[in-house]
């Protein structure tokens, strides 16, 4: 009697993956379980962000936005959802909690749609998975660890403590660049007003005592009398050059330049490299102290950077390490990260220790973040005001000057 060849039945399964080269994609794949998708989609060298069955799921709309996502919000989410799950009550009950009273009010929908996707059955991660990029990755990737080892509360605290902390990072890059950028605009509204409307008046008050005006003050009162009738096509020209600006900062080349001018700046390159410094050691020890495995540590790092010098960093770590090599041989043979944190991994890597000593190496680059962020400051302070008092100087003298002429002509 011939035997039946029983085949496992198969079915088409959604994913959402981070890519080898740091993208998240979206597909879907033939497969006996998700088991068998998620090894496939591994050993290809991809980082699964979640697996969905039957072609239902791509049909589905990601849900709507309810207005812009900020950090702050993510992270008082995980502190609430962590201390209550943490306490022994279930992840939907914290949800429906959180999104009646424990979020602000612009946040509640988020949350409200969340606790939906959770009570329906579906997965904590996923359901993060599903927000794009309003959830950064490292959330998915920590809540789906917990998923899979029980640890939700703690999971989601620590979550929680490293959005914080990326948070506080950002604000104090925020306030200093704050000063710089308030300077440039309110002395160029200065500097305009006086071109535009206060030079001309004493113009004509000087004209119409017989004063015969400077050459400053001619230089001047002609780049203001040129801007005013001229404005249309200075408006049209500045909107074209914007345009071309913005068009330009969005191509690779652009990228290429900010990242050299960003990382080898005399000064300011050293901020940026402690602020890359303070990031990639903090993501890293979050994500290892997880559980997570090392490579795709490495591939949801990748994935969160928007530079192409860091993204770079990320994708040579990788390629040593599948290569067989040590993170700390990988490290040395790049030049972001300073010769005291690639020896703190190495003690780290020998001790066993890794994500404790990468969580020191972070604390160290962002105390000296803070203090070269001011040092920064403090130098462009009297800069700026050297160079902003020096034309608003320039423009009072023009000013000025036509006195002594209206003082002959009185005297005469």
Not at 35 to 64: C, F, H, M, N, Y
């Amino acid at each position: 009697m011939p035997v039946e060849l029983r085949t496992e039945p198969r079915a088409t399964f959604v994913y959402r993956v981070i890519d080898v080269d740091g993208r998240e994609v979206n597909g879907t794949l033939a497969a006996g379980s998700a088991e068998e998708v998620a090894r496939k989609l591994r050993s290809e060298g991809r980082t699964v962000l979640s697996i969905g069955r039957d072609q239902a799921i791509a049909a589905q709309v990601r849900p709507a936005r309810a207005g812009r996502v900020r950090r702050g919000d993510l992270a008082l989410l995980c502190r609430h959802l962590g201390t209550m799950t943490d306490a022994g009550v279930p992840i939907s009950e914290a949800l429906e909690a959180a999104a009646r009273e424990g979020v602000r009010p612009e946040f509640r929908p988020f949350v409200q749609a969340l606790a939906t996707e959770v009570e329906s059955g579906r997965p904590l991660s996923e359901a993060f998975a599903r927000r794009g990029r309003d959830v950064p990755a490292i959330m998915v990737a920590l809540t789906r660890a917990a998923e899979s080892t029980g640890q939700l509360g703690p999971m989601l605290l620590r979550a929680s403590d490293h959005l914080q902390r990326g948070e506080r990072l950002s604000r104090q890059i925020r306030a200093a660049a704050a000063y710089p950028i308030f300077m440039l605009v309110a002395g160029s509204a200065v500097v305009a007003g006086l071109l535009l409307f206060v030079l001309p008046r004493f113009a004509k008050i000087y004209a119409d005592r017989g004063a015969e005006l400077p050459v400053p003050t001619k230089i001047l009162l002609g780049i203001g009398t040129g801007v005013r009738e001229n404005l249309t096509v200075l408006s049209i020209s500045a909107a074209i050059l914007a345009t071309a600006i913005f068009l330009f900062s969005r191509s690779k080349a652009c990228l290429l330049m900010i990242d050299r001018l960003r990382f080898h700046a005399p000064v300011f390159g050293r901020v940026a490299r402690l602020a890359f410094v303070a990031v990639a050691c903090r993501t890293l020890a979050t994500l290892l102290a997880s559980g997570i495995h090392l490579l795709d540590a490495i591939a949801i790092c990748r994935g969160l950077v928007r530079s192409p010098r860091a993204e770079a960093f990320w994708i040579a770590i990788d390629a040593k390490l599948r290569d067989g090599g040590s993170l700390v041989d990988a490290l040395r043979a790049e030049t972001l990260l300073p010769s005291t944190v690639v020896s703190m991994v190495a003690a780290g890597e020998r001790t066993g220790r890794l994500p404790a000593v990468l969580g020191r190496a972070a604390d160290f680059a962002e105390e000296d973040l803070e203090i070269a962020l001011k040092q920064a400051t403090s130098l462009l302070e009297p800069v700026m005001i050297l160079v902003f008092g020096s034309i608003l100087g320039a423009v009072a003298i023009a000013l000025l000057l036509p006195l002594f002429s209206v003082s002959r002509v009185v005297a005469g």
